[in-house]
C-alpha cells in the first residue's frame, strides 16, 4: 500500500474550496499537520456547532476567504492571491434532499461553481495539479450489485446526483478543451467518493447526524425513514487520504492520472441504514431505533457499490477501517464532544491514530 509522503506537502501551496465543510475541515486539519500552506474559499459554515470553528480551523489557514463559488469574480481573485500549487475543489451543495427543494441553486454551485473553479486557474502558471471532488452518486443508478466503475455511464435521478454527474462533464471537457496539451498545464483528475463519515457532521438530512441528534434527544428515538438502502460507508479520512494520494501522483506523473477514481471501502463493508444505526445506537450505549418510512420522500438509490480497482492500482491506495473500526472511531469523536472535551485537540489525535493504522496494516 502506497502512503501519503509528509516531505511532499510540507510549505506546498494548497487552495481548498469548501473548507468550512465536515470534509474539508477534516482535510484542512490534516494539511495543516503536514504542514501545508491551506488557503480556504467557501461560505460561512451552515451549523452550529460546526467543526471548523470546533477545530480552530481558521487559525491555521493561510487564507480564510468565505464567499461564494458562483461568483467568478471572487473566486479568481482569491486563487490568484493564493498562487497554489495544488488545487482540491469540495465547495458544494451536498444533500440529496435539499437538492429537490433548491434545484436551481444546487445546479448553479454545483456545475457552475465547479466551471467557475476551472475558469480561475486558466490563466494560472502555479498550479500543477487540481482534483474536484464529485460523488459515487454521480454514477446512472441500475441498483446493480457490483460496483460501479470510473467507466461507467453517469447519470444521477435527483438533481444533487444529477449535478455532480454535470460537474464530471465540465471538468472533462475543460481538461481537453483548455489544459490538454498546453505547456505547464495542470493535470486535472476528479475523485469519486462514498457515503463519509465521522465526527464533526451536524448536516441535515444526513445519517450519521440525524442518528446522534435522536440519540442526545429528549426521547433518544432514532427515527429511519430509508432502512433497507444500502451504501458505501466509509470514516471520511479514507477518501482524503486518497485524495492527498492522488495529488502526490498528479504533480509526480501529470496527465498519467488526470481522469476520474473512485474511493470507497473494502469490498463487501457496505451496510444498509439499518445496519449503521444500530451499530451507532450500540456504539453509544444510548438510542432506540424507530422506522418511520415517509411515502411521500423524494427518490433515493436503494442500492450503490464502488469499484475501487483502479486506485488500488495504480495509486497503490486501499481504505484502512473495516465497518465496526468506522463506527467506533466516529461515535468515539461524539462522545468526547458530549463530554465537553479538547475537539481541536482530539480530531488531531484521530489524524494521527489513523496515520498510524495506515502505516502499520
Known amino acids: ?42 461560505l460561512a459554515p451552515v451549523s452550529e456547532p ?17 464567499a461564494d463559488v458562483r461568483e467568478l469574480n471572487a473566486l479568481r481573485q482569491a486563487v490568484h492571491n493564493a498562487g497554489p500549487e495544488i488545487v482540491i475543489h469540495m465547495a458544494a451543495q451536498p444533500l440529496v434532499r435539499e437538492s429537490y427543494a433548491d434545484p436551481i441553486g444546487t445546479y448553479a454551485t454545483n456545475v457552475m461553481g465547479t466551471a467557475h473553479l476551472l475558469e480561475a486557474i486558466r490563466s494560472l502558471e502555479t498550479v500543477r495539479a487540481v482534483i474536484v471532488v464529485t460523488t459515487d452518486k454521480c454514477y446512472e443508478n441500475n441498483e446493480w450489485v457490483w460496483g460501479y466503475r470510473e467507466v461507467d455511464r453517469l447519470g444521477g435521478r435527483d438533481p444533487y446526483s444529477n449535478s455532480k454527474a454535470c460537474a464530471e462533464l465540465v471538468t472533462a471537457s475543460y481538461r481537453q478543451s483548455f489544459f490538454r496539451n498546453v505547456p505547464a498545464a495542470p493535470a486535472i483528475a476528479t475523485a469519486r467518493a462514498g457515503n463519509v463519515i465521522g465526527g464533526g457532521d451536524w448536516s441535515e438530512d444526513r445519517l450519521i447526524p440525524d442518528i446522534l441528534r435522536g440519540c442526545f434527544g429528549p426521547s433518544a428515538e432514532v427515527i429511519l425513514r430509508n432502512p433497507v438502502a444500502v451504501r458505501p460507508w466509509q470514516h471520511v479520512l479514507e477518501p482524503l487520504g486518497g485524495y492527498l494520494l492522488l495529488a502526490e501522483h498528479l504533480v509526480n506523473n501529470g496527465a498519467l492520472n488526470d481522469d476520474a477514481w473512485n474511493f470507497g471501502p473494502h469490498e463487501g463493508e457496505e451496510r444498509p441504514v439499518l445496519e449503521v444505526a444500530n451499530a451507532v445506537v450500540e ?25 475501487c480497482s483502479k486506485a488500488r492500482a495504480r495509486l497503490g491506495w486501499a481504505p484502512t477501517f473495516r465497518f465496526q473500526e468506522t463506527i467506533a472511531f466516529t461515535t468515539a469523536w461524539y462522545a468526547a464532544w458530549h463530554k465537553g472535551e479538547d475537539m481541536a485537540n482530539f480530531t488531531r489525535d484521530q489524524i494521527r491514530i489513523f496515520t498510524w493504522s495506515s502505516l502499520n496494516r
Not at 10 to 17: C, E, G, H, Y
Not at 50 to 66: R, Y
Not at 287 to 305: N, Q, S, Y
Open 50 to 66: 460546526n467543526l471548523f470553528e470546533l477545530a480552530g480551523i481558521a487559525d491555521l489557514l493561510s487564507a480564510n476567504v468565505i
Open 283 to 307: 456504539s453509544m450505549g444510548i438510542g432506540k431505533v424507530i422506522i418511520r418510512k415517509d411515502p411521500d420522500a423524494p427518490h433515493e438509490a436503494t442500492l450503490l457499490r464502488l469499484d
Open 1 to 42: 500500500m502506497a502512503f501519503i509522503t509528509p516531505s511532499f506537502w510540507k510549505d506546498r501551496r494548497v487552495f481548498l474550496t469548501g473548507h468550512t465543510g465536515f470534509k474539508g475541515a477534516w482535510l484542512s486539519l490534516w494539511l495543516a499537520e503536514l504542514g501545508a500552506k491551506v488557503s480556504g474559499f467557501a
